[in-house]
């Protein structure tokens, strides 16, 4: 089992779409509201939001996930 954290921001709509992708592939994860400045004196090299951690490290935002969990075989590609 990951351990997941996703760092949003309100009103963020790729934080929402990243909840749905986690949602999609089945995993459980937390969330926390995290202001700017802070994250980025955590994390440094973050791109904006949302910023996912798994198992503690820095996967990156919502593309950066979606790929890993492609990779991982958590959800798949629907060609349509």
Not at 8 to 36: F, I, S, W
Not at 38 to 43: D, F, H, P, R, V
Request: charged share 20%; with cysteine.
């Amino acid at each position: 089992m990951m351990d997941i954290l996703i760092h949003t921001t309100n009103g963020c709509t790729y934080c929402e779409h990243m909840k749905e992708l986690c949602k999609r592939a089945g995993v459980d994860y937390k969330t926390v509201n995290t202001p700017q400045e802070q994250l980025l004196k955590t994390y440094p090299n973050c791109q904006g939001y949302p910023w996912v951690i798994i198992d503690g490290e820095e996967i990156g935002g919502l593309v950066e996930t979606a790929k890993f969990f492609l990779k991982e075989g958590l959800v798949s590609v629907n060609k349509g």
